[in-house]
């Protein structure tokens, strides 16, 4: 049982390292960005979340967490997306169509905080996009 715990606050922090990698894409996470990440977490995110971590807090919580720290850490982008594609790949299961929904859904309000998704964005949504429908 701790394992299947252990799995789902990772499946929430490697969301975190996804919705970076597509702020970041253009090499710059705008405010904007952050603040509607935020908003869809608490929003939309925590609804889908039954674990709460060992501080009794949503384990949804760890999205904004991971994103903001990696955000401060000005991790590279596109191993980010690599990262996330290897656990995606590796742990399939969690990935239930109702939660790619919502992970796309995610992507693309974060990167339409700033009145539109840019060129670097869409490309990575676009690669998101046909990994889940390939697999």
Do not use: P
């Amino acid at each position: 049982m701790e394992k299947i715990h252990k799995t789902e606050l990772y499946f929430y922090q490697k969301l975190g390292e996804l919705f970076y990698a597509i702020s970041a894409s253009d090499q710059l996470v705008k405010e904007e960005e952050y603040k509607a990440l935020v908003q869809i977490v608490e929003k939309e995110w925590k609804s889908e979340s039954d674990y709460d971590n060992e501080f009794n807090t949503n384990a949804a919580n760890q999205i904004s967490i991971v994103f903001n720290w990696f955000d401060y850490e000005r991790m590279d982008s596109e191993e980010c997306y690599k990262n996330f594609v290897n656990f995606y790949l590796e742990h399939k299961t969690l990935f239930t169509e109702k939660k790619k929904s919502l992970i796309l859904k995610t992507a693309q309000t974060i990167t339409d905080a700033l009145g539109g998704t840019n060129k670097s964005e869409l490309i990575m949504i676009t690669k998101l996009r046909l990994l889940f429908e390939k697999e």
